[in-house]
């Protein structure tokens, strides 16, 4: 019995061994190289073919008439219809590619560009004119509502200084003051007084009022060429004044404005704050 097996399968791995090597091809084909390139039909028919003959392939089946054949070879006219169709059906899709870009740009400038109905005027955010008095101001919105009724006004109060002086900052005691008093003798200087009010200044030195700040920059240089280094300008009194506001004005409200600031002079134009 062991015998038996024993040739058996002896038998059945020399037949393996056989089908695997190709000695049994011929009884049994395997489909493996290189029986299967034995099977191969007309092999030598087959021919690489470059990347763009697919596009090539396609051209020629969209336009037939290109490829087609004269119908007597040895005619030379024949070729010719056949030829020129060619050239035309070849430049046909170019135009036409040409001519759907330059639309599409011409839509995209179209586009792009805005009409002109929707372009909206230019308005001029915020103007500010003046210093005016109380009564000033009464005149010049009087004259904005006649002309310009529709105008968006609003005031803004203004702190004026009325009067100027010039002086040495307080110095902190009577002793201090007096000390700076024979200082400033001592250059020459004889116009002054010892501030001794209540007020912040108590105990300062004043060296002049003056109406206008043009006036206290005089006198402060006079001063600083006789050697006085601490003196110094500041308001000494204050007053209220008015400034016009003006909002959202167009070329036209503009034009009525400059017409107002003709009658007062000594107003100046700004931008608000």
């Not at 007309?42 to 003959?53: E, Q, Y």
């Not at 070849?90 to 135009?95: E, F, I, K, Q, R």
């Not at 839509?107 to 109905?117: H, L, Q, S």
């Not at 372009?119 to 101001?137: H, Q, R, V, W, Y």
């Amino acid at each position: 019995m062991l015998k038996f097996i024993f040739w058996t399968l002896l038998l059945v791995n020399g037949a393996l061994f056989g089908y695997h090597q190709g000695y049994l091809d011929s009884f049994i084909p395997s489909g493996r190289e290189p029986a299967r390139l034995a099977q191969q039909l007309n092999a030598g028919k087959i021919r690489l073919l470059p990347a763009n003959a697919k596009a090539a392939n396609a051209n020629a089946t969209d336009h037939p008439a290109a490829v087609k054949p004269a119908d007597n070879p040895a005619d030379p006219a024949a070729g010719q219809p056949a030829a020129k169709a060619d050239t035309t059906d070849a430049a046909t899709p170019a135009a036409a590619m040409d001519a759907a870009s330059a639309a599409m740009a011409e839509t995209k400038t179209d586009a792009g560009a805005p009409p002109a109905a929707d372009k909206k005027p230019e308005l001029l955010a915020c103007t500010e004119i003046g210093n005016f008095s109380e009564a000033d101001a009464g005149r010049f919105e009087a004259r904005l509502a006649a002309l310009m009724p529709d105008a968006r006004l609003s005031r803004r109060l203004i702190r004026e200084a009325s009067s100027y002086m010039v002086f040495i900052p307080p110095q902190g005691s009577k002793e201090s003051a007096d000390r700076k008093v024979e200082q400033l003798r001592s250059l020459g200087v004889t116009d002054f007084y010892v501030i001794q009010d209540q007020s912040d200044m108590r105990w300062g030195v004043s060296l002049g009022i003056f109406s206008s700040e043009e006036s206290a920059k005089k006198r402060l240089e006079q001063l600083k060429q006789q050697g006085v280094r601490t003196a110094r300008i500041g308001a000494r009194s204050t007053i209220s004044r008015v400034a016009v506001q003006l909002r959202a004005l167009d070329a036209a409200g503009r034009e009525k404005l400059e017409t107002i600031k003709a009658d007062f002079p000594q107003q100046q134009q700004r931008n608000c704050l």
